[in-house]
């Protein structure tokens, strides 16, 4: 068989078995694998995993690969995807366990301040951002084709080492829509491949201060915000019990002492001594001055 020949085809549950063996080598080797892994037919269900998977589709030049590259990811075939500045590398499992690296242009400075001059005053907290909870106006223009923070074709490197001649191969498709997943789980790293700083998107936030001062007007991160970024239920201030908030049907004789135990309506208040009162002490009389006290 040539190099340029098609390789047979491959059942999907054999490449599943192949992509287990995989990870199995991986993690012997010592390698932390991070696969992709889809739950139900959606690849991506957020704003930001959403959109980066409309933007690969709205170009002509990726549309013959992607529905291969949609059935690869959907079927747990990328079994490794790291995404770190400026590039995605990833090993899908197909005839064979293959590696793929795409290479993607940062932002150009240009276009980023022309984004954050747009957003100015619009986002106030960072989970508002990286929820996608954005005003209708703002995620159009974030979104914008060409001059928004989704790469055009033209700023994507394809690389795999499968056979096949062309750029844009359904394992390096599986790939791309693997990063639309991963946004699911952490949509900062959108910010982290494109190398900018989603901090200075932020209301009141100037690319001229420190992080400290850019900072300064927009709203943190609080609790609030932590549990609706993650889903979690946040343990209210104060809901440890103490022995002073308890209440009286719980208190068990022993525990506290008497000066500190709590009183109930009818039982009366115990008397404490201060420790250095001194104690009186009454003299004792002796038995003639008895005898003589009865006389008179």
């Known amino acids: 068989m040539s190099y340029f020949s098609w390789r047979p085809y491959v059942p999907v549950a054999k490449r599943q078995r192949e992509a287990e063996r995989e990870l199995a080598k991986l993690a012997k080797r010592g390698v932390s694998p991070n696969p992709v892994k889809i739950e139900g037919r959606k690849i991506a269900n957020s704003f930001w995993g959403k959109s980066w998977c409309e933007n690969l589709e709205r170009y002509s030049d990726f549309a013959s690969r992607l529905p291969r590259g949609r059935s690869y990811v959907r079927n747990g075939l990328v079994v490794d995807l790291k995404i770190t500045r400026g590039e995605v590398a990833a090993k899908v499992s197909g005839s064979e366990l293959y590696t793929v690296n795409i290479r993607i242009s940062p932002v150009k400075a240009p276009q980023w301040r022309a984004i954050r001059r747009d957003c100015a005053g619009r986002i106030d907290s960072l989970v508002e951002l990286l929820q996608g909870r954005l005003a209708k106006s703002v995620m159009e223009r974030v979104c ?153």
């Open 144 to 296: 914008s084709k060409g001059d928004g923070l989704f790469p055009a074709p033209e700023e994507i490197t394809l690389s795999c080492s499968c056979p096949d001649w062309a750029d844009m191969c359904k394992h390096v498709a599986a790939a791309l829509y693997g990063v639309g997943a991963r946004l699911d789980q952490r949509p900062e790293l959108l910010f982290v491949l494109r190398n900018v700083d989603e901090q200075e998107l932020l209301a009141g936030a100037s690319g001229d201060l420190s992080f400290g001062q850019a900072t300064s007007g927009a709203k943190l991160l609080n609790d609030g915000d932590v549990a609706a970024l993650f889903g979690l239920e946040m343990a209210e201030t104060g809901s440890v019990d103490t022995p002073s908030s308890k209440s009286q049907k719980d208190w068990k004789p022993g525990r506290l002492p008497a000066s500190e135990r709590p009183q109930t309506p009818n039982q009366k208040p115990t008397r404490t001594r201060a420790s250095n009162t001194p104690k009186t002490i009454k003299p004792t009389k002796t038995k003639a001055a008895r005898k003589r006290a009865r006389a008179r």
